[in-house]
Protein backbone atom coordinates (compact mmCIF):
# COMPACT_ATOMS: atom_id res chain seq x y z
CA UNK A 1 0.00 0.00 0.00
CA UNK A 2 1.51 3.30 -1.05
CA UNK A 3 0.29 6.27 0.96
CA UNK A 4 1.40 10.07 -0.42
CA UNK A 5 -0.15 13.17 1.69
CA UNK A 6 0.58 16.51 1.32
CA UNK A 7 -0.47 20.04 2.34
CA UNK A 8 1.39 22.54 0.16
CA UNK A 9 1.06 25.50 -1.35
CA UNK A 10 2.89 25.18 -4.90
CA UNK A 11 1.27 24.00 -7.61
CA UNK A 12 1.08 20.22 -8.46
CA UNK A 13 1.27 18.49 -11.83
CA UNK A 14 -1.96 15.54 -11.61
CA UNK A 15 0.44 13.17 -14.56
CA UNK A 16 3.54 13.52 -12.69
CA UNK A 17 2.04 12.69 -9.43
CA UNK A 18 0.35 9.59 -10.33
CA UNK A 19 2.93 8.50 -11.71
CA UNK A 20 5.50 8.84 -9.09
CA UNK A 21 2.98 6.34 -7.52
CA UNK A 22 4.83 3.20 -9.58
CA UNK A 23 1.53 1.42 -9.42
CA UNK A 24 1.83 -2.47 -10.68
CA UNK A 25 0.47 -4.75 -12.71
CA UNK A 26 -2.19 -6.00 -9.42
CA UNK A 27 -4.03 -2.59 -10.18
CA UNK A 28 -7.01 -2.40 -12.30
CA UNK A 29 -8.42 0.64 -11.23
CA UNK A 30 -6.99 3.76 -10.47
CA UNK A 31 -9.70 6.60 -9.73
CA UNK A 32 -8.37 10.10 -9.68
CA UNK A 33 -10.55 13.49 -8.41
CA UNK A 34 -8.91 16.90 -9.72
CA UNK A 35 -11.25 19.71 -7.39
CA UNK A 36 -10.69 23.15 -9.21
CA UNK A 37 -11.30 26.84 -8.12
CA UNK A 38 -14.26 27.69 -9.90
CA UNK A 39 -14.72 31.45 -10.90
CA UNK A 40 -17.96 31.93 -9.31
CA UNK A 41 -20.09 32.75 -11.91
CA UNK A 42 -16.96 35.53 -13.30
CA UNK A 43 -16.99 37.15 -9.69
CA UNK A 44 -14.37 34.91 -8.12
CA UNK A 45 -11.10 36.04 -8.47
CA UNK A 46 -9.28 33.58 -6.15
CA UNK A 47 -9.58 31.16 -3.00
CA UNK A 48 -7.57 32.06 -0.04
CA UNK A 49 -7.05 28.66 1.33
CA UNK A 50 -5.38 28.77 4.87
CA UNK A 51 -4.44 25.98 7.46
CA UNK A 52 -2.18 24.17 9.56
CA UNK A 53 -0.27 21.85 7.63
CA UNK A 54 0.24 19.58 10.34
CA UNK A 55 -2.55 19.87 11.57
CA UNK A 56 -4.34 19.08 8.39
CA UNK A 57 -1.92 16.40 7.17
CA UNK A 58 -2.73 14.52 10.39
CA UNK A 59 -6.48 14.68 9.60
CA UNK A 60 -5.89 13.71 6.40
CA UNK A 61 -3.44 10.76 7.68
CA UNK A 62 -6.45 9.70 9.68
CA UNK A 63 -8.98 9.30 7.12
CA UNK A 64 -6.92 7.87 4.44
CA UNK A 65 -6.27 5.07 7.06
CA UNK A 66 -9.67 4.22 7.93
CA UNK A 67 -10.10 4.35 3.79
CA UNK A 68 -8.10 1.39 3.33
CA UNK A 69 -9.34 -0.17 6.86
CA UNK A 70 -12.59 0.06 4.46
CA UNK A 71 -11.44 -1.00 0.71
CA UNK A 72 -8.66 -2.88 -0.11
CA UNK A 73 -6.51 -0.25 -2.00
CA UNK A 74 -2.93 -0.13 -3.54
CA UNK A 75 -2.41 3.53 -3.39
CA UNK A 76 -3.64 6.59 -1.60
CA UNK A 77 -2.70 10.00 -2.80
CA UNK A 78 -3.97 13.53 -1.18
CA UNK A 79 -2.52 16.80 -2.09
CA UNK A 80 -4.37 19.96 -1.12
CA UNK A 81 -3.02 23.32 -1.78
CA UNK A 82 -3.29 26.58 0.53
CA UNK A 83 -2.20 30.21 -0.10
CA UNK A 84 -3.86 32.40 -3.20
CA UNK A 85 -5.41 30.01 -5.61
CA UNK A 86 -6.89 31.93 -8.94
CA UNK A 87 -9.83 30.83 -10.15
CA UNK A 88 -9.34 27.97 -12.98
CA UNK A 89 -6.56 26.36 -10.90
CA UNK A 90 -6.11 22.93 -8.71
CA UNK A 91 -6.80 23.13 -5.04
CA UNK A 92 -7.32 19.42 -4.07
CA UNK A 93 -5.95 16.01 -6.28
CA UNK A 94 -7.19 12.85 -4.74
CA UNK A 95 -6.19 9.44 -6.15
CA UNK A 96 -6.80 5.67 -5.42
CA UNK A 97 -5.97 2.61 -6.76
CA UNK A 98 -6.91 -0.55 -6.34
CA UNK A 99 -7.93 -4.29 -8.17
CA UNK A 100 -11.01 -3.44 -8.99
CA UNK A 101 -12.90 -0.01 -10.08
CA UNK A 102 -15.33 -0.20 -7.14
CA UNK A 103 -13.08 0.02 -4.50
CA UNK A 104 -11.22 2.73 -5.83
CA UNK A 105 -14.38 5.08 -6.71
CA UNK A 106 -15.79 4.41 -3.58
CA UNK A 107 -12.52 5.40 -1.69
CA UNK A 108 -11.81 8.14 -3.53
CA UNK A 109 -15.37 9.43 -2.90
CA UNK A 110 -15.19 9.20 0.79
CA UNK A 111 -11.67 11.01 0.80
CA UNK A 112 -12.98 13.68 -0.69
CA UNK A 113 -16.11 14.08 1.42
CA UNK A 114 -14.51 14.14 4.70
CA UNK A 115 -11.85 16.22 2.91
CA UNK A 116 -14.75 19.14 1.87
CA UNK A 117 -16.14 18.59 5.33
CA UNK A 118 -14.06 17.66 8.25
CA UNK A 119 -9.84 18.83 6.84
CA UNK A 120 -8.81 21.79 8.96
CA UNK A 121 -8.97 24.02 5.54
CA UNK A 122 -10.48 27.76 6.09
CA UNK A 123 -11.47 29.17 2.71
CA UNK A 124 -12.10 33.00 2.10
CA UNK A 125 -13.36 34.39 -1.48
CA UNK A 126 -11.96 37.67 -2.89
CA UNK A 127 -13.81 39.19 -5.57
CA UNK A 128 -12.80 40.30 -8.97
CA UNK A 129 -14.31 43.91 -8.22
CA UNK A 130 -11.22 43.96 -5.46
CA UNK A 131 -13.13 42.90 -2.32
CA UNK A 132 -13.15 40.50 -0.31
CA UNK A 133 -15.57 38.09 0.12
CA UNK A 134 -17.31 35.98 3.59
CA UNK A 135 -15.15 32.52 4.64
CA UNK A 136 -16.81 29.68 2.93
CA UNK A 137 -18.54 27.43 5.06
CA UNK A 138 -19.17 23.79 4.07
CA UNK A 139 -22.47 23.68 2.14
CA UNK A 140 -25.53 21.33 3.57
CA UNK A 141 -25.11 19.10 0.23
CA UNK A 142 -21.66 18.61 1.25
CA UNK A 143 -22.55 17.59 5.07
CA UNK A 144 -25.34 15.41 3.49
CA UNK A 145 -22.48 13.37 1.40
CA UNK A 146 -20.16 12.53 4.45
CA UNK A 147 -23.20 11.80 6.70
CA UNK A 148 -24.18 8.22 4.16
CA UNK A 149 -20.54 7.21 4.94
CA UNK A 150 -20.88 7.09 8.52
CA UNK A 151 -23.74 5.60 8.59
CA UNK A 152 -22.46 2.76 5.78
CA UNK A 153 -19.72 1.21 7.90
CA UNK A 154 -18.50 1.42 11.52
CA UNK A 155 -16.43 3.81 12.07
CA UNK A 156 -14.19 5.79 14.15
CA UNK A 157 -14.87 8.76 12.30
Known amino acids: ?64 AEAERRWPLDAILVIHRTGMIAAGEAIVLVATASAHRGEAFDAAEFLMDYLKTRAPFWKKAHRRDGSAGDWVAAKEDDEAAVARWVSSKPTAL
Open 1 to 64: MRRVLRVQTKAFDASAEIAALGLGAETGALVTFTGLCRDDGGTLAALEIEGYPEMAEAEIGRVA
